[in-house]
């Protein structure tokens, strides 16, 4: 059997002190969480703290979750608050998120249902202004409303005013039917880890550092913490904390001018006990790479510190860890903008300090670095949802084997993000393991998980044991009971006769090694599955040629058959097939389990079938018959191509329809059906992958073995048109007399196709409507059934409401414009003058027109008509020359035969009235007044035309 790591440190192993899985379960970051339950570790997403550093978590010896903190509340095992420890409510504990080490879980040494919680609150310069009263205040004590940080302002998250120093709080876990709470009257006790005879030591109290070991008598525990220049150590035995420390006085001094920085960084134990590794993230107020990390030895019989030793310094340190076997030191440092660097020594090296090893990381910012109970090294990436990892730590140099990679030992946290802080825990439960259950030779990771899960089947028999290297006693437990007699390293185990599987028991070896080392202890979690009973089964698979009598075999096609008088699901099992005995015996099964090909008709192979819950398994006989299919049927089914595309839908059991025989299965390929592998599941509503036609197979119920082998053709027929919608006009002037509408089919196929009008419920080709609106008509290719819509549009149309606008006076080029009267006129129009034929166009204005008369026609681009109307243009002089000559003797209007009522008057200069007469009466002006020749001079016209309108201007006359 294994042993985690060699065995230094001594540990009362009846009591909690000699943890199991106390360190399985960890909680930190942002909701981020993993467990050791698992191998390899893995995330889980139930934590509720969000905390930026300090966090702590314990669980009970099986691995089992009871509570962890941030330092202020704590949750138990449901991720519930407990009243007595809920900071927001009134009631929390005085440790601090923002606190390197803001809480550190320890069980009691002698009594299993109590705890204590260690907190160490950060010490705020701000609170230490305003000390003794309450913070945040600037350097002369006066109250400022934020807390300072350099340049900044921050506020620490609902923080009390006050540097609350150490302080322990007590959790009795049998409280609130086993949830747990803080006792009454036993919340945050302090610890006295400063001068109490000095001013500014009390108003800071302590660094944010601290852990625990166990005692050398293995029945205590050391709490230690530091602070200036002081390590307090405090003894923890069966009375309790003891609250007077053992003090050692040793270098370096880290002075309160740089706090809050200068409390920065982790101090750890090592798992032997022997020795103290302290970072001191900043040991000055000025400069950011002023820090250090020392090196202690430890007497864990007295409490006392001594011999230190500079490991390194001018650095920005942050997280401390020590390997497993005790004999590794490691520190994670960063400065600036540089990625984070991780140092290892060698504790057993003549020159530790130069035994230094440098590792690059991933890392932006140096973490806290913490040992899991699997042997390895963990430390968190900031603001990512991972934790990188140290796979060796018991190995030198770049055998340590340090990775960001989750395919090489880090943790997804699956998107819960880590900061700075990991869970830590009492370094000396790393080292009181024994594995009773695996045997060392069966692992070559000198850092493999402790087994505690055993699962065994029925009767089997199985022997638990550790052989201790040194002379020791043993004893043996069941379920907590002392096994009479049983003092040996090995015990045998089986189910007994009595006992009926399943059935679960827990089997606990205490080693008591004579040599006054601390008792070991391992666990067996033992499950006596039952053996699952399965029967034999039959595979049938059909070919076409039978006269070689082999074929290839789906072996798994068998599952369901040998799970028929079980509860459990196919997927509940894993099977594995041999051909022989010798080859069961070997463990040398079928590899070609999809397609194994018989070597003989019948054949008769082994399955051997395991429980994937219990692990259990038995064997039972698979007997393969290759079989000749009785014949094939082929039919059709038919879908009209309602996606334009070829590829519908298909209801395969509509094949039922059309043959005498029940199909009962589908396939894609022959193959396939002979094989009967990768059924089509989705029977009613398959969808082909070919276009158009598409063969599948299928296999029927009729007939004796193999049956009949049908062929299916999917044919997806072409829909018999593809219709645009039709847009019908009917012309107001027509009401209400109907109009016929129809689809758009050749006159010449009219008879191939079935015709149905919904809104009128008639089947004919055409129907006769009177009333606008959209009317559908189903048409149906009656040789194939497949269908297309088309939509007929009737809407209305007629002939316009207009006016025709004319301008006009000049003796050649006049112009008329056809005014529409949009409200009253629903159809669309083109336009022509002179000619009802045309040339029609879209065109409304007509320019450059002599004086006369018009005809204007409008004509309805739908069919409903032209409209006429005649207009007259008219045209006026400029000059006339009444010389008798026959050439412009008079002045007249052009046009006003079109306006005969028209009455033109004319004047002279003055305005006198000269002549006034009608188009009807008189052709024109001669150019007299009275029987006397006007002279030679300008005179002015008003002509009043038949519409209206009174055309003015002035013409001259020359003689």
């Not at 800071?204 to 550092?209: G, P, R």
């Not at 852990?211 to 009375?239: K, P, Q, R, S």
């Not at 045309?838 to 002599?850: I, T």
């Amino acid at each position: 059997m294994k042993l985690l790591y060699f065995i230094v440190v001594c540990l009362f192993l009846s009591t909690q002190i000699n943890a199991q899985g106390e360190a399985n379960n960890w909680y930190f970051g942002s909701n981020a969480g993993i467990t050791f339950n698992t191998n390899p570790p893995s995330a889980v997403f139930d934590g509720q703290l969000n905390t930026l550093e300090g966090c702590s978590s314990i669980s009970d010896t099986g691995g089992n979750l009871l509570f962890y903190t941030d330092g202020r509340t704590i949750w138990d095992k449901n991720h519930d608050i407990m009243p007595n420890a809920d900071y927001f409510g009134g009631t929390g504990l005085h440790g601090d998120p923002s606190s390197t080490s803001s809480g550190l879980i320890v069980p009691h040494p002698t009594n299993t249902d109590i705890y204590f919680v260690f907190t160490v609150d950060e010490p705020h310069q701000d609170n230490a202004n305003a000390y003794p009263n309450q913070g945040p205040a600037d350097q002369i004590g006066n109250p400022i409303p934020n807390y300072e940080e350099g340049e900044q302002y921050t506020v620490p998250e609902e923080d009390d005013g006050f540097n609350n120093g150490l302080n322990y709080s007590i959790v009795d876990i049998s409280l609130r039917n086993g949830l747990g709470d803080v006792v009454q009257g036993e919340r945050n006790n302090p610890l006295i880890t400063y001068d109490e005879n000095n001013f500014s030591n009390q108003s800071y109290k302590c660094a944010e550092k601290i852990t625990a070991v166990i005692g050398a008598d293995c029945e205590t525990i050391w709490l230690i913490t530091h602070f200036i220049n002081n390590f307090y150590a405090f003894l923890i035995d069966e009375d309790g904390v003891n609250e007077n420390p053992v003090i050692s006085q040793l270098a370096p001094t880290i002075g309160l001018a740089g706090y809050r920085r200068n409390a920065l960084g982790y101090l750890k134990a090592s798992p032997d006990a022997e020795r103290l590794l302290m970072a001191n993230t900043q040991t000055a107020n000025t400069g950011n790479a002023n820090g250090n990390v020392y090196l202690y030895d430890f007497d864990n019989a007295t409490g006392i510190v001594s011999n230190p030793l500079q490991l390194i310094n001018n650095i920005r340190p942050y997280g401390v860890e020590f390997s497993p076997d005790s004999k590794k030191a490691y520190a994670t440092s960063s400065i600036g903008q540089e990625n984070a660097l991780i140092y290892q020594w060698d504790l057993n090296a003549d020159d530790i300090s130069s035994s230094i090893y440098t590792q690059l990381t991933a890392m932006l910012q140096a973490t806290a670095i913490q040992l899991g109970p699997n042997g390895k090294i963990y430390t968190p990436q900031i603001s990512t949802a991972r934790l990188n990892v140290i796979n060796n730590p018991n190995e030198l140099g770049e055998n340590m084997n340090y990775s960001s990679s989750t395919l090489n030992g880090a943790i997804a946290l699956q998107g819960f993000p880590a900061y700075f802080g990991l869970p830590p825990f009492i370094q000396s439960i790393f080292t009181s393991r024994v594995d009773i259950i695996t045997d060392v030779s069966e692992s070559n990771d000198q850092n493999f998980i402790i087994e505690t899960e055993l699962n065994l089947c029925g009767s089997e028999t199985y022997t638990l044991g550790f052989d201790y290297e040194e002379p020791a006693t043993y004893q043996w437990f069941e379920n907590g009971q002392a096994l009479d007699g049983e003092t040996s390293p090995n015990l045998e185990i089986s189910l007994s006769a009595t006992l009926i599987a399943p059935y679960e028991t827990a089997y606990t070896l205490e080693i008591f090694p004579e040599n006054g080392e601390c008792k070991l202890s391992g666990i067996a979690n033992v499950v006596f599955g039952e053996v699952p009973s399965l029967d034999d089964a039959t595979l049938v698979q059909c070919v076409n040629d039978f006269d070689n009598q082999t074929a290839v075999f789906n072996l798994n096609n068998a599952r369901a058959d040998f799970i028929t008088n079980t509860d459990l699901a196919v997927n509940d099992f894993e099977y594995q097939f041999f051909e022989t005995e010798d080859d069961f015996e070997n463990e040398t099964p079928i590899e070609a389990i999809s397609n194994y090909e018989n070597t003989s008709n019948p054949q008769t192979i082994i399955a051997k079938i395991i429980n994937t819950f219990t692990r259990c398994s038995t064997t039972v006989n698979l007997t393969l018959i290759v079989d000749d299919v009785e014949g094939t049927e082929e039919i059709d089914l038919f879908v009209c191509d309602d996606n334009l595309n070829g590829i519908q839908e298909f209801n395969l059991e509509l094949a039922a329809n059309e043959t005498s025989f029940t199909p009962t299965s589908f396939y894609r390929s022959i193959n396939d059906a002979l094989q009967d592998v990768d059924r089509i599941n989705n029977t009613t509503n398959f969808i082909n992958t070919e276009p158009y036609l598409q063969t599948i197979y299928f296999r029927t119920s009729e007939g004796d073995g193999c049956g009949i082998l049908g062929i299916l053709d999917l044919r997806v027929n072409n829909l018999p048109f593809e219709f645009d919608d039709q847009q019908v006009f009917y012309c107001v002037e027509d009401s209400p007399n109907p109009i016929q509408i129809a689809p758009s089919v050749p006159e010449n196929i009219i008879n191939n196709y079935e015709y149905f009008w919904p809104a009128t419920n008639q089947e004919t080709f055409a129907i006769n409507v009177n009333e606008t609106g959209t009317y559908q008509v189903l048409v149906t290719e009656i040789a194939t059934g497949c269908s297309s819509l088309q939509n007929i549009i009737v809407s209305n149309s007629g002939l316009p409401s207009f006016n025709v606008l004319v301008d006009d006076g000049d003796e050649e080029a006049n112009s008329l414009f056809i005014e529409i009267n949009e409200n009253d006129s629903l159809g669309d129009y083109e336009f022509a003058i002179e000619d009802p034929s045309g040339p029609y166009s879209d065109n409304r204005l007509y320019e450059d027109l002599p004086p006369g008369f018009y005809d204007v026609f409008i004509r309805d681009k739908n069919g409903c008509g032209i409209a006429k109307r005649t207009v007259g243009l008219i045209g006026l002089r400029q000059f006339f020359t009444p010389n008798n000559d026959g050439i412009n003797d008079t002045w007249n209007v052009a046009g006003l035969s079109a306006n005969r009522n028209a009455i033109v008057r004319i004047f002279d200069r003055f305005g006198k009235l000269l002549i006034q007469f009608t188009a009807q009466n008189r052709p024109g002006w001669d150019g007299t007044y009275n029987g006397k020749l006007m002279p030679n001079n300008d005179y002015w016209y008003a002509v009043e035309v038949d519409d209206g309108r009174v055309l003015t201007g002035n013409f001259t006359l020359k003689r």
